[in-house]
């Protein structure tokens, strides 16, 4: 009888067990690799057709400010599977050759922790974080097929491998790691899993099936066409994951992110609205197609603006898997979920950094990134330049001061030197890719007292001297209400206006009726409240990036 107790309990806890594992969510990373930010239907490409990626994006939470940590291959991936900026550990670059681009044992991937928690885990594709000494199955993967360097020929693949066992015959490359990661997912369906499907796609060389060129005969340019034919492999693919979720009815107990490690690498891959491409910190280098779903948890079909970045994928991982951050790393990633279902209404991340060659930042909506090489910085605010091409530093010095000693703070902090460097040759390509940004523009730092976490973002270079209308873009007329009457002739849309203390701090901010050309301010702040008597500084930004200024004196 005791006997036949103790094997009921047994089979009990077994099966507690198994339930409470397979509580975990499943975890599948869908990396796609040196793809145009604008080669998807999700974002309105006229031409390429990704309808399996577009469907994915019904179904989840679509970043339109999704950026990467890294602008090249390596270091992208580097920040990826550790949750920490690459150059916190040195790894800046591409490797090459380099036999220290290995991830350093002291660096805790996603995998190694999930690993811990009892999760399956698979890495199907490309590696490109060390050589044998450094292999997925080193960092926390029971399983790895793919290739351990950076790209490798579609059809026949010489450096392809199996749990260190190398592969001579394989399908269409990008169709072999859609069908290893299924057959994974298929084997580990009664456990909870990590699957890291790492395309090749759409890196060179640029090779793919006739059958799908064929359709695209509405692309004239023979290479287009052929990354045309690339991405929809690469969208097949994706499809067929998340077809095997839904037949094995996984997809609701299954978080499914879709990235790109960084921006197109060349003419043949679109990044527009954007400037710039991969390797350089505009953001056609360092933002990517970004998406989240979990159906069932997640909101579906929405859209989410505030800045977010690859590193936030480590911490919103272990929160949803109920995995504690190790309390002795620092990470640079946010948990994304309380920001996505509105339990916080913050921006997840108010501060990205690159370092490649050349160094850049964001802060809030501005964009600086430090050329050298006798060139002035750069400043843009992206919320009305998504192409970076009105360079502002010149006419705020205060504040690109502030955030050049911001940045050399931060990386002499928390950043070491590089421990391998690609070759120079780089250096004048990606100095060539910025075009003449920054070329022949004389840059005078100016100290101020600018304080970054109050998001000052006026430069007390708008305050004249002798206070007057610029251009005839302002009117002031006080109001017999109490409130200031301001009259903007030639209001046009995307025109935005702001009030600031002197001392730099926003307080309001609106946007003028363009019918009306005009907008009455009743002397209160965002939060409500009445400001004091005294003087204040009303400025209009233009659609034509022109900034215009008056200081005016706000009565009883």
Sequence with gaps: MLKRIRIALVITLCYTLLTMAKAKPNIVLLFSDDAGYADFGFHN????????????????????????????????????????????????????????????????????????????????????????????????????????????????????????????????????????????????????????????????????????KALFNNISNGTRKTVAAMTWALDSACGDILDKLDELGLTENTLVFFMNDNGGANQYRKNKPYSGKKGTHLDGGVKVPFLLQWKGTLPANTKYHYPVSSLDFFATVCAAAEIPLPAETKYDGINLIPFITGQNSNRPQKYLYWDKWFRGMRYLDYKLILLHNNRAPLLYDLSVDTAETNNLAMKMPGFTTTLMKHMANWFDSNSIEPLFVEDSVWYGRTLEDYGNRGVGEQFTPKDTNIVLEKE???????????????????????????GILFQLPRVSLGTRCAIYSLSGRRLFAFTPNVEKGSYHWNGKGSDGSSLSTGMYIFTVMTPGKSLHSILFNKGL
């Design 456 to 482: 000052t973002v006026l430069d007390p270079v708008f305050i004249t001297q002798e206070p007057k209308v610029t251009h005839d873009k302002i009117a002031i007329v006080n109001n017999q209400h109490g």
């Design 45 to 212: 490409s006229p031409k390429f057709r990704t309808p399996r990626l577009d469907e994915m994006a019904k179904n989840s939470v679509l970043f339109t400010n999704g950026y990467v940590c890294g602008s090249v291959c390596h270091p992208s991936r580097a920040g990826l599977l550790t949750g920490r900026n690459p150059t916190r550990f040195g790894h800046h670059y591409n490797p090459g050759g380099h036999n220290n681009a290995r991830i350093p044992s002291s660096e805790i991937t996603i995998s190694e922790l999930l690993k811990k928690a009892h999760y399956k885990t698979m890495c199907s594709g490309k590696w490109h974080l060390g050589d044998a000494q450094s292999h997925p199955q080193q960092k926390g993967f029971d399983e790895f097929y793919g290739i351990l360097n950076g790209n490798c020929n579609y059809f026949n693949a010489k450096q392809l491998e199996h749990n260190g066992v190398p592969v001579t015959e394989h399908p269409y490359m990008t169709d072999a790691i859609a069908q290893k990661a299924i057959e994974f997912i298929e084997r580990n369906k009664e456990h909870p899993f990590f699957v890291y499907a790492s395309f090749t796609a759409v890196h060179t060389p640029d090779q793919a099936k006739p059958e799908h």
